[in-house]
């Protein structure tokens, strides 16, 4: 079992997200370290991108705070490796294929490895493109992430069947932000996850309050938080560590209360 | 010269969100059977012939070929087409796919504006929703352009993230189509983008360089010895370039916007200043700082300011088979009054880049020579910037 699988060991997943160096590492930092003292089972790290074109205004400003306060790849690295003197939950980086190919693909997921980062999730990049990436992963041990679309029908099974670590549902059409509603049919979605694969699936994209945690918890292992919690960095700066904290323990109580599927 | 999996060479690719993979294997699909459709090539022709007013004519500017005292110019006129540029051509071209595979709103990005005129054109004759998306600073510099797409029936979206430019646009567009798929058809605007874009919009504007052959060998009775385009993403560039790839005598010149100097960071010339990266869907070469974020751009022509370039360029570039050359602001205007002057003819200002190096290129080569320049559009929408350039206090 990879570390990204034992996850989904303490029932309903819950994965926040945060974009690093938004306002600054340190409260980058401080939040990561509020969130896995509250619960969280894996944490997504965004290395921010300048032109993020899967996200929506919220993760797209704070990208941007966090590219003008000076953050670069090398610094993230550096984040990491200081958060792993103590955080032990699965830490996975979400960000841009260019940020990793610019970087040197191999030179990038070594130093993942070297660090302590458990996973890769690379928006912009499908299943047919992901060969680019899938060798350094492979050889460096780190989990290159699949994400299954509203859209992907046919491509379902074939995404799920090579799929590694976890598989990232996207719930919704669109770009990742708060929703009100989603109509997407993901227990449809779900079934079909099911008959290719054995990885855990969360869910993520538009998922802001405990009801709507509860509700795609119930049909995925997990589910995953972005823009309700940049939302919290962007609205309390470098206070926002104890509202981190606080907001997960929120959302992991309310998928406590899921009974658990059998694995 | 695409491989199955759209690759030209190392680039191009498929680097899109999940979301849009099946969209754009739906597109390749339609386009694989269209393309070799005969109702639709007889009425994508049709369109060409008695809506865009093709075929554009190739004109022998005889001032200008005394006045260099070197190769004999002629210039494709791409800016008599309808609509005032090379846009049109792919723009008719996409909006029937789109409206033959059921499509009913067309979305676009645009710099200048030119493609967003072309895609509100198409899609008020083609009876169809239209949505450009344009950088606000754009939609500032090129505020009449806004208001013809309005006029023709389209929304104009002013984008305010990142740069506010083309590229903004571009993601912003991107970001739309992500979120409404069944119905929309994004209308890209040049050679760039995922796999199938770079070869569909080729293919539509690829119209250019057949005419070319053909009026050239009525007029001359042989190739020409250079064509000369400006290249932005380079789609009239790729146009008028692809019929002589197989012709390794013709040598074919892309001229990239250097804005103030490829030494400067002002500047918009991808081959000259940039390195192989992944943005908007495919891999290309990239004006970026170390770290893969993607670099602020300049040109004095909106046209240009972008920090990519088409992928199929980029393999030409690293075969050998195309060149490309950095033209300074500077230089672009200086070209765009020479030819007012000379032949009567007013570019746009990303088609003065190609009349630019022409103007250096053609001096160095004897009289038996030929030298195709693609006048890509019409230069009224640029007089009013070209006049603050100079000095003078005009707005439109």
């Not at chain 2, 983008?193 to 690829?206: C, K, L, N, W």
């Amino acid at each position: 079992m990879s570390k990204i699988a034992s996850a989904f060991q303490n029932g309903k997943a819950f994965i926040p997200f945060l974009t690093c160096g938004d306002p600054d590492l340190a409260t980058t930092a401080a939040a990561v370290r509020a969130a896995a003292a509250a619960g969280a089972d894996l944490i997504e790290l965004g290395i921010p991108f300048s032109d993020p074109t899967a996200e929506g205004p919220v993760i797209q400003a704070a990208s941007l705070r966090a590219l003008q306060g000076g953050v670069t790849t090398d610094k993230i690295f550096a984040l990491v490796r200081d958060l792993r003197r103590d955080v032990t939950v699965p830490l996975v980086f979400m960000t841009y294929a260019n940020v990793v190919f610019s970087y040197g693909t191999e030179r990038f997921v070594k130093n993942c490895r070297d660090v302590g980062i458990d996973g890769l999730i690379l928006p912009d990049v499908p299943y047919e493109e992901k060969e680019d990436f899938l060798p350094a992963c492979r050889a460096y041990g780190v989990d290159l992430i699949s994400l299954i679309a509203p859209t992907s029908e046919n491509r379902i099974a074939m995404i799920a069947r090579e799929a590694e670590g976890f598989l990232y549902l996207v719930s919704s059409l669109g770009v990742t932000g708060v929703r009100s509603e989603i109509t997407t049919d993901l227990g449809a979605i779900v079934e079909v996850v099911r008959q290719n694969t054995n990885i855990p699936c969360a869910i993520g994209f538009g998922i802001s309050t405990p009801e709507q945690a509860r509700e795609m918890g119930a049909l995925a292992d997990g589910v995953i938080v972005g823009s309700a919690i940049v939302r919290l960095v962007e609205q309390y700066g470098q206070a926002a560590p104890p509202h981190v904290g606080d907001y997960v323990r929120r959302m992991k109580a309310a998928l406590g209360e899921l009974p658990v599927n059998p694995q | 010269m695409t491989n199955p999996n759209g690759r030209f060479g190392v680039h191009g690719g498929q680097y899109i969100p999940e979301t849009l993979m099946n969209a754009v294997i739906e597109l390749e699909q339609a386009y694989n059977f269209y393309k070799n459709d005969p109702d639709f090539n007889r009425e994508l022709t049709a369109l060409f012939n008695d809506y865009a007013g093709r075929p554009s004519r190739l004109y022998y500017a005889a001032k200008m070929t005394a006045s260099l005292g070197g190769a004999k110019i002629y210039l494709k006129r791409e800016d008599l087409n309808h609509t005032g540029a090379h846009k049109i051509n792919n723009v008719l071209g996409q909006a029937l796919l789109a409206k033959k595979m059921g499509k009913t709103r067309l979305i676009a990005e645009t710099g200048a504006g030119q493609h967003g005129v072309a895609t509100a054109t198409a899609a008020a004759l083609l009876g169809m929703e239209c949505v450009v998306f344009m950088g606000e600073e754009d939609t500032r510099r090129q505020a009449l352009n806004v208001y013809k797409m309005r006029l023709l029936g389209a929304a104009v979206v002013p984008v305010t993230t990142g740069t506010a430019t083309l590229k903004d646009a571009v993601s912003e567009a991107m970001r739309e189509w992500t979120s409404r798929i069944a119905d929309t058809h994004y209308c890209l605007g040049s050679v760039m983008g995922p796999h199938p874009f770079p070869t569909i919009v080729r293919d539509f504007q690829a119209v250019i360089s057949r005419e070319i052959k053909a009026q050239l060998m009525e007029k001359e009775g042989r190739l020409p010895d250079a064509v000369i385009a400006c290249v932005g993403g380079g789609s009239n560039a790729i146009g008028s370039f692809y019929h002589f790839i197989g012709n390794p005598g013709v040598r074919l010149i892309g001229c990239e916007a250097a804005g103030r100097g490829v030494n400067t960071r002002e500047t918009a010339a991808t081959i000259a200043t940039g390195k192989l990266g992944i943005f908007h869907g495919m891999k290309s070469y990239f004006c970026q700082d170390e770290y893969g974020q993607i670099a602020p751009v300049y040109s004095i022509s909106a046209g240009l300011d972008y920090p990519g370039v088409g992928p199929e360029h980029a393999y030409l570039h690293d075969i050998g088979r195309a060149e490309y050359v950095p033209v300074t602001d500077d230089e672009a205007v200086d070209a765009f009054e020479y030819l007012s002057r000379t032949e009567g003819i007013i570019p746009a200002i990303e088609s003065a880049h190609a009349v630019a190096y022409a103007c250096k290129l053609a001096p160095t080569m004897t009289k038996d020579r030929i030298i195709v320049i693609t006048i890509s559009g019409r230069g009224d929408k640029d007089c009013a910037a070209i006049a603050r350039y100079r000095g003078e206090d005009l707005h439109e």
